[in-house]
């Protein structure tokens, strides 16, 4: 958001930006505990980070200070990544390319070793729903998936390394019912898929804050339901990959902390709205979640003739819902 629509022609150093932006909020009395870092932090051929944006890795993470953990993000790999010279990989319809089954376990084991390395507390594998799924090595083969999804999450427990699973189908949320690694599941859409007032966003997903049916189900089984990154400062324009004018930052930070999952704030440095932050956490930075996520209330439940086919952007049915006649006896 920041570094494209607010006058800047270059992108501020990662190297020296990120540390001063979590400086910065703790002076304010916001304790960061975890800086996740996304697609753009990793060389994608090796498990290492992207030197032209982070080329002292050392000094990156002394600046961050020893009470901030990395949570490094990992959603699927290149041709050419270089643990495929060790194991067998398998292409996507979406192009990019995965371990094997047969090989998740291993190919893990030395991917979270090379993370923790780097300081990585936690993981996150995304697109696992659009990218993942319809991977023919997966599902054209009943072990297929089973196995990636065993091998992963023993990988990660071997290593203590929590795994957030984002865009899953209910089917692999479901999963997580057995894999001790799994502690999150994101069960809100991007900001990237808000919608243009009266028009239908280009990819068809719900409004980000439509967040209470799958934290009933990840409730269910025993995982914390994750809303994405919350932007505390309400945009007069429509920013980044936004295609709406956002206003209900308020709600999303009330919905983020209410979840019980984690709560990112996206603000771009020094646009965090520290008022609305401070009212989420006590004074020594500790949030006010409740035992129990926020979720659905039962009058969500009753037939409707609305379009549906999400729960949350969980993928369920395609379509409308069936108009149901009750007869009274």
């Known amino acids: 958001f920041f570094y494209n629509k607010f006058g ?31 697609g753009w932090w990793m060389n994608q051929t090796t498990s290492a980070q992207n030197s032209n944006l982070i080329p002292d890795w050392k000094q990156f993470r002394n600046s961050l200070g020893k009470d901030v953990n990395l949570l490094l993000y990992k959603t699927y790999f290149s041709k050419n990544y270089d643990l495929f010279e060790k194991y067998n990989k398998t292409q996507s319809p979406k192009g990019v390319w995965y371990p094997v089954g047969e090989d998740a376990y291993k190919f893990y084991t030395d991917l979270f070793k090379a993370f ?96 209470g049916i799958p934290s009933l189900i990840t409730w269910a089984i025993g995982v914390a339901p994750s809303k994405d990154i919350v932007v505390t400062t309400e945009m007069k324009k429509p ?20 979840s019980t999952g984690p709560v990112g704030l996206g603000d771009a440095p020094n646009f965090t709205n520290i008022s609305l932050v401070q009212k989420g956490i006590r004074l020594d930075g500790t949030l006010l979640k409740p035992d129990k996520p926020l979720t659905a209330v039962d009058s969500t439940f009753v037939p409707s003739t609305r379009p549906h086919g999400l729960i949350g952007f969980l993928p369920t049915t395609k379509g409308e819902v069936q108009e149901f006649t009750f007869t009274t006896v």
């Open 239 to 258: 920013i980044g990959g936004m295609q709406a004018i956002y206003q209900n930052s308020e709600m999303d930070f009330a919905l983020a902390v209410l």
């Open 116 to 211: 923790i390395a780097l300081g990585a507390k936690a993981f996150e594998t995304d697109f696992m729903s659009d990218h993942l799924l319809p991977t023919p090595g997966f599902a054209n083969y009943v072990e297929g998936l089973p196995l990636y999804h065993d091998g992963l999450a023993k990988a990660a427990l071997d290593q203590n390394l929590p795994v957030q699973f984002c865009m899953p189908s209910i089917c692999q949320v479901l999963a997580t019912a057995k894999y001790r690694a799994v502690t999150n599941v994101r069960v809100s859409t991007d900001y990237a898929t808000e919608k243009v007032p009266d028009k239908t966003g280009a990819d068809g997903w719900v409004e980000n804050y439509v967040i």
């Open 8 to 38: 800047q022609t270059r992108l501020p150093p990662a190297q020296s930006a990120l540390p001063k932006w979590i400086k910065s909020l703790n002076a304010a009395g916001i304790s960061v505990n975890s800086l996740q870092l996304d």
